[in-house]
């Protein structure tokens, strides 16, 4: 299994912008499909967008045209860092943020992603 580490999460405004970053432990040498979930407490996690290992995107409703997924292969050490672009942030996009990696085709397939990062908070005030 390959770990993942989130980082960028925080506190911005409503109507502001946010990058997140997925980093592996390893090299995975684009070996997976990822994707970006959110959940707020007393919620299902829900899914925000996913990118296929042939770099097909996919995002729900609630995030189309305001957030972007992208991945940078490094071809210094094989890893694949995962982006999230979230521009004209929502009080509703309030949620813990977490990275996953899925067999290659599970595209936006939630129960098919079984690696997850440790989340990472984002909070948008009004």
């Known amino acids: 299994q390959v770990q993942l580490v989130e980082s960028g999460g925080g506190l911005v405004q409503s109507g502001g912008s946010l990058r997140l970053s997925c980093a592996p432990s390893?090299?995975?040498?684009?070996?997976?499909?990822m994707g970006w979930f959110r959940q707020v407490p007393g919620k299902e996690r829900e899914f925000v967008a996913c990118?296929?290992?042939?770099?097909?995107?996919?995002?729900?409703?609630s995030v189309k045209g305001r957030f972007t997924i992208s991945r940078d292969d490094s071809r210094d050490n094989g890893k694949t860092t995962i982006y999230l672009r979230m521009n004209s942030l929502k009080p509703e996009d309030t949620a813990v943020y977490y990275c996953?990696?899925?067999?290659?085709?599970?595209?936006?397939?939630?129960?098919?992603?079984?690696?997850w990062g440790q989340g990472t908070q984002v909070t948008v005030s009004s």
């Open positions: 996953a990696a899925a067999p290659i085709g599970a595209g936006p397939r939630t129960p098919l992603y079984d690696q």
């Open positions: 390893e090299r995975t040498l684009r070996s997976y499909d």
């Open positions: 990118i296929s290992w042939g770099d097909s995107t996919f995002y729900s409703d």
